[in-house]
């Protein structure tokens, strides 16, 4: 479908708690989607944000013992980090307590109450603070919250409130859903919301009384009461783009192209959203698209089984672009995912290591070796690389509708699916014989098309990753500016004579783990060999020791990190923190304080004396407030914590190496 513009949104997420991977999975998504569209040509704008009222952010607020205001201006920052490193191309970021929305949100309340949209009246009955929801008594499943994957306890209301005249909509939003098959996504989820519909639906309860929960928006009609979270909270998709604050704008963008939901909010977007924007007098999003849950193996995420996934655990260690490959390439929209390091791990090592970063390291190694570094001048083009440029031609166009059905999963299987055949064709037609033979023009053409195909794919797959691909095409002598989609679309772009970079691992092997050998701060390590050495590719077969789920690095990597020996003066409790020691120890003839998490295992008189291990060019850190200059090391396994110490005399500030 070509499209004059692209308006994509992810929920905007609550301030109680840190940014998991479900944010994380939503918003990737949006900046995927956004980046391509971008990339055909499509004007195209991103929004994200934070819904910073309620209850559930009140509470939190209580319980870190801040005003609700400071929690969400310390939470923010967290979110606001995690795009950063994320690689979010957000062009807006909104807050729902910000001006500009509370406006916005206050004019939209008046109106309706003065269309007589807006009624008081008494309300009875049940509330799920987690899902910020109303029941009836007869919703209720045992008594507990009837939401699908929440089933908590819930609070008795009895009290008089505003109400939004949503029944009156019902008969309309059906027809409305059966009329536009596209308005909600997957298919199943445009079911839910129609057997959903079958119940009479009630009047959406909209505001609560100051006198039992101040945090949110105050009723410019009455000023005894502040709105209901959600009602405030879909607003921030028509605030943010101006409406009732710039026509134009609003009108550039709305309706959204795309709003990206999980699936346990399908109803305020299905049911809530789309009545309120019938009472404002507004067309409907295009598309509200629920996508799935990732779980943990097959189990829900959640902070009590301790197994919810932190984003940026993970881009630490393997890397930001790794890290969004997997989450787009995993999850078939809709669907539910599992996500566990394992799976990661293969598909890295089978996608992105033996796929493509082999495919690219071959074609510089050889180009290098035959061809003094210059892309070489294609010579007759014969069946194989027909085929190869049919299938990559191919890919594109599959793309492009992979993007336009949301199923991004199957445009990736596509991409490197000719990544595969692109080495297949090498394998087929040996440019590292036909370089040993000078047999030159049938090797021009062998690497001009493989550098082609991989010029193609690396465009397609630049959403996805951008920073990988970007250094992938610079090691191709393409510039380093966003691909433009028209080069995409054509073969035979690559300029031949341009200078190729130099050989770089675009996506180390990663050693997956294999149990027993030795056991080394509770991670299993194992023997093993790196992988089978493929023709054109000069890695070492060597016999290596590799901690599972862990990036090998270079020697020089490793002789960054300054270890020196200690000795520990004296040690003391910090105060308010359990697990922590303030330790003042000697380095040499400089003396440091550290904070170690120490203190479940080591009392603090029995430290000092001992001859410890010390990261020495650590930046400085604050922990708990106390300052510490350092890190010792310990090893610890299955709850015992021990100190790395020396094996006999040796002067306090020695080398460890
Ligand atoms: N604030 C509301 C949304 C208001 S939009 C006008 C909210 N916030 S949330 O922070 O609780 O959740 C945001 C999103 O995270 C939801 O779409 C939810 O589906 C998603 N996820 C939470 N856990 C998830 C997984 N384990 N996997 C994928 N997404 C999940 O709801």
């Not at 989820?189 to 519909?197: C, D, M, Q, V």
């Not at 209901?228 to 009732?244: E, M």
């Not at 004296?570 to 904070?595: F, H, T």
């Not at 479940?600 to 000092?608: G, I, M, T």
Request: glycine share 8%.
């Amino acid at each position: 479908m070509q499209r004059s513009k692209f308006y994509v949104t992810t929920p905007i997420y609550y301030v109680n708690d840190k940014p998991h991977i479900g944010h994380a999975y939503t918003t990737i998504l949006a900046d995927v989607l956004a980046r391509y569209h971008r990339l055909m040509g499509v004007p195209s704008f991103f929004l994200t944000g934070t819904d910073e009222h309620g209850q559930k952010v009140c509470r939190a607020a209580e319980k870190s013992g801040m005003s609700p205001q400071e929690q969400a201006d310390s939470t923010v920052v967290r979110f606001l980090d995690v795009w950063k490193k994320l690689e979010i191309t957000n062009d807006d970021f909104i807050r729902t307590t910000e001006n500009r929305h509370r406006i916005v949100v206050q004019k939209v309340l008046q109106d309706l109450h003065d269309r007589d949209e807006i009624y008081r009246a008494d309300y009875d009955g049940w509330y799920c603070v987690t899902c910020e929801r109303f029941f009836t008594e007869k919703d209720l499943i045992n008594g507990k919250c009837p939401e699908p994957g929440c089933g908590r306890d819930v609070e008795k209301i009895k009290e008089s409130n505003y109400f939004f005249r949503m029944s009156k909509y019902q008969d309309w939003l059906i027809k409305y859903i059966e009329d536009n098959p596209r308005f909600i996504q997957p298919d199943f989820r445009r079911n839910e919301t129609l057997g959903f519909l079958k119940k009479q639906l009630n009047d959406l309860c909209i505001s609560r009384p100051k006198s039992r929960m101040s945090w949110g928006i105050e009723l410019p009609f009455d000023k005894g009461f502040v709105t209901y979270v959600w009602f405030d909270a879909l607003l921030n998709y028509v605030t943010s783009i101006g409406y009732l604050s710039d026509d134009a704008r609003f009108k550039k963008w709305w309706p959204a192209s795309c709003q990206l939901i999980g699936k346990d909010i399908l109803t305020t977007h299905t049911v809530y959203w789309p009545t309120m924007l019938k009472a404002m007098n507004l067309p409907l999003p295009e598309t509200v698209f629920a996508h799935g849950w990732w779980l943990s193996g097959r189990d829900k995420m959640s902070k009590t089984a301790g197994n919810v996934v932190n984003p940026m655990d993970f881009v630490d260690k393997y890397g930001v672009d790794a890290f969004r490959y997997f989450l787009m390439a995993e999850m078939s929209l809709g669907q539910d995912a599992s996500f566990t390091e394992d799976a990661f791990l293969r598909r890295y090592n089978a996608d992105l290591a033996n796929d493509l970063g082999n495919l690219l390291s071959r074609v510089v190694k050889l180009i290098g070796s035959y061809c003094d570094g210059n892309i070489p001048p294609p010579g007759t083009m014969g069946s194989d690389e027909e085929n190869l440029k049919k299938v990559t031609l191919i890919a594109v166009e599959k793309m492009i509708d992979a993007v336009d059905g949301m199923r991004i999963d199957l445009g990736l299987a596509e991409v490197i699916g000719v990544v595969r055949e692109t080495n297949r064709y090498l394998e087929k037609t040996q440019p590292w014989t036909l370089g040993k033979k000078g047999e030159k023009a049938q090797l021009g053409t062998v690497l001009f098309c493989a550098v082609e195909a991989l010029r193609i794919m690396s465009g397609l797959l630049y959403p996805v990753m951008p920073t990988q691909t970007i250094i992938l095409r610079k090691t191709l002598g393409l510039s380093s500016s966003v691909p433009d989609f028209r080069d995409l679309k054509e073969w035979g772009k690559t300029k031949t004579g341009t200078k190729i970079g130099a050989m770089i691992n675009l996506f180390p092997r990663i050693t997956p783990v294999t149990k027993d050998v030795v056991m080394k701060k509770g991670v299993n390590m194992t023997e093993t060999t790196t992988a089978e050495k493929s023709p054109g590719v000069t890695e070492q077969k060597q016999p290596v020791t590799v901690p599972a789920g862990v990036v090998q690095i270079e020697y020089m990597d490793f002789a960054k990190v300054q270890l020196r020996t200690a000795v520990v003066l004296s040690a003391e409790k910090v105060e308010g923190a359990d697990k922590l020691l303030r330790l003042q120890i000697r380095v040499g003839d400089e003396n440091r304080q550290i904070v170690a998490g120490i203190a479940l295992h080591y009392k603090p008189e029995e430290l000092p004396g001992k001859n410890i291990v010390v990261v020495t060019n650590l930046k400085p850190a604050k922990i708990r407030g106390v300052e510490s200059n350092g890190m010792l090391l310990a090893a610890s396994n299955e709850g015992v914590m021990k100190l790395i110490t020396i094996d006999g005399e040796l002067p306090a500030g020695s080398v460890v190496k």
